[in-house]
């Protein structure tokens, strides 16, 4: 249908969005956008292959830009969210499987957009 072509692109749209800003943010905030930069290229893959959960304990396990990517994505992901632990904790407590599942396509999406704005917005790029 239009309309849930509609939704699906405004969507999208608001996926951008936050990957921009967070994005963003991430460089603004780092002395090393070149190691920023790198970590968001694999995030995609490390959420493919580790899992969302996975992914989100490491995340929670470093400080820096580490913590940050995490948070960003727990803010999108979810609406309870604010930080990597709550959403972890979220997915080990409340969440079943259709949700963890939602979850993780939406956190796949997010990191292909923060994929692609890390190397937009790379200063070290010609």
Do not use: H
């Amino acid at each position: 249908s239009v309309e849930g072509t509609d939704m699906a692109r405004l969507r999208e749209q608001d996926r951008a969005k936050a990957a921009q800003a967070a994005v963003k943010e991430l460089l603004g905030s780092q002395k090393d956008a070149a190691a920023v930069v790198q970590e968001l290229r694999g995030l995609p893959a490390r959420i493919q292959s580790c899992g969302l959960g996975q992914t989100l304990a490491f995340y929670a396990s470093k400080k820096g830009y580490y913590a940050q990517i995490g948070s960003q994505i727990a803010r999108v992901v979810s609406s309870k969210s604010k930080d990597t632990l709550s959403l972890l904790n979220e997915i080990t407590g409340e969440m079943d499987g259709a949700a963890y599942r939602r979850a993780t396509r939406e956190a796949l999406a997010l990191s292909e957009w923060m994929k692609r704005y890390g190397v937009a917005m790379d200063p070290a790029k010609e």
